[in-house]
């Protein structure tokens, strides 16, 4: 897993690097093929913005999170990025293939 951590208008501290990995630790966790991961911190007077690109196997999952704080952001976007990986897998793993039906019960 390539974790790629970059700051726009600051400077991403050794705290803000090991908060972030932590955090986004534990959404590793639900795919075995996460191909790289990129975070986005990014400060505009009071806004803080956090963005996350993850790119897994045959899919990309982007997601945004803007507080007061740095750190909530990054707690809001593990949160969101979380239920959209949730999601993701969900419906990848609901779509199984339902057994044929007969060519007497079709006509039925």
Not at 27 to 48: K, M, P, T, Y
Request: glycine share 4%; proline share 1%.
């Amino acid at each position: 897993m390539n974790l790629s951590i970059t700051g726009h208008n600051l400077e991403v501290t050794a705290a803000m690097r090991d908060y972030v990995e932590s955090k986004i630790g534990r959404i590793a966790r639900h795919f075995d093929s996460v191909v790289g991961i990129q975070v986005i911190l990014s400060v505009e007077r009071v806004r803080h913005t956090a963005e996350i690109t993850l790119r897994v196997a045959g899919k990309d999952i982007h997601c945004a999170a803007t507080e007061e704080s740095m750190y909530a952001a990054i707690d809001l976007l593990s949160d969101k990025v979380e239920r959209q990986i949730v999601k993701t897998k969900s419906k990848a793993f609901n779509h199984a293939h339902a057994p044929h039906k007969r060519m007497e019960e079709a006509t039925l």
